[in-house]
């Protein structure tokens, strides 16, 4: 597809045109990676929607908890969300997909990390024809004083079967110190190192977590807008905020799409890249979060297909 297309496709409206670019998804969680309807399917039965909009992600785990995890907690309901996830990324036009594997998912196998890679192995297989699925270890900030967790992820990076490593959950969890020997294992492994900051605001808390770990990309990281410097800072390391615009009005970060400060971010210089977080509760495609913020005048076509192009060459893949 010519990059025009794209552009077009924008211009008149044309999802399926839209679906059809080659795009990335670069901030994916796998437990929640598929849309909720084919959950649903599995199951045989409806479940309740989640909130149009969330008091953070503490609303938003209460969500998780109470409704889906009772019914995809296990082996059968990891393995199916997960193929899912990335049958729908398929479906979307996404042909660059570094999907997030919890380290508690070791829980559901008996064998542990022996099981898991293989699962994960298998996936990256069975899809290479369709999509290069780079898997990413997930590491929760809740796990990082919990000695048998921390040894495990230490394990997981010796598997060879994760291409980068990321760090989530609430930001008051654990300080980025409390994960650096982890990181600093990554990095000699020769992975990419991300982490969730900034999905809230704090700016400064942005640099000094991307400082500590030494990030080459950055997990929504959208509070850095409030800093000029930062931004000059972000934009001159050229540090990447992997930007999710659905999730962060959901949650209530902010307040209204037309004003998402991706628009600053990019005005200032610092790489971003659109995606889509968690399918099931947020609903939104890659395709779809393009076609929304063209929509809501946040950019034109053409920056649009800039985003799109430049995430493309972030993972290699023009
Ligand atoms: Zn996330």
Same mark, same amino acid.
């Not at 901030?27 to 309807?37: D, E, G, Q, V």
């Not at 921390?150 to 994760?162: C, D, P």
């Not at 649009?304 to 023009?318: A, F, H, K, Q, W």
């Given at each position: 597809m010519k990059h025009t297309d794209f552009i077009q496709a924008l211009s008149t409206d044309d999802l399926d045109? &839209?679906?059809?670019?080659?795009?990335?998804? /670069?901030?994916?969680?796998?437990?929640?990676?598929?849309?909720?309807?084919?959950?649903e399917h599995w199951l045989g039965f409806s479940l309740t929607r989640p909130p149009r909009k969330m008091r953070g992600l503490e609303e938003m785990m209460e969500y998780v908890i109470t409704v889906l995890a009772p019914h995809q907690k296990s082996r059968e309901g990891f393995e199916f969300v997960s193929t899912s996830g990335i049958n729908d990324a398929i479906q979307d036009g996404v042909v660059g997909l570094e999907m997030s594997f919890d380290i508690m998912m070791t829980r559901f196998y008996a064998d542990g990390l022996v099981g898991v890679k293989a699962f994960i192995e298998v996936l990256v297989e069975r899809y290479r024809p369709k999509i290069n699925l780079r898997p990413e270890l997930g590491f929760a900030r809740e796990c990082a004083d919990d000695q048998e967790w921390?040894?495990?992820?230490?394990?997981? /990076?010796?598997?060879?079967?994760?291409k980068s490593i990321d760090l989530y959950s609430h930001q008051e969890a654990c300080p980025p110190e409390a994960v650096?020997?982890?990181?600093?294992?990554?990095?000699?492994?020769g992975m990419k190192l991300k982490a969730h900051v900034?999905?809230?605001?704090?700016?400064?808390? #942005?640099?000094?977590?991307?400082?500590?770990?030494?990030?080459?990309? #950055?997990?929504?990281? &959208?509070g850095a807008a409030e800093s000029v410097e930062i931004m000059q800072w972000l934009s001159k390391n050229r540090i990447q905020l992997n930007v999710c615009p659905t999730s962060n009005v959901m949650l209530g970060g902010v307040e209204d799409l037309a004003w998402h400060p991706i628009r600053i971010l990019f005005d200032n210089g610092v790489p971003v890249t659109i995606n889509t977080d968690d399918l099931m509760i947020f609903g939104q495609s890659v395709s779809e979060e393009y076609r929304n913020l063209y929509q809501a005048s946040v950019f034109s076509a053409q920056e649009?297909?800039? /985003?799109?192009?430049?995430?493309?060459?972030? /993972?290699?893949?023009?």
């Open positions: 045109a &839209i679906r059809a670019a080659p795009k990335t998804d /670069i901030h994916c969680h796998a437990f929640l990676s598929t849309r909720l309807k084919n959950l921390m040894e495990l992820a230490h394990e997981a /990076i010796e598997l060879g079967v994760f650096k020997s982890l990181y600093a294992k990554a990095r000699a492994a900034g999905e809230f605001g704090g700016a400064e808390e #942005v640099r000094r977590t991307v400082e500590v770990l030494d990030l080459d990309e #950055v997990q929504h990281g &959208i649009l297909e800039d /985003i799109r192009r430049s995430s493309l060459t972030s /993972i290699g893949m023009e």
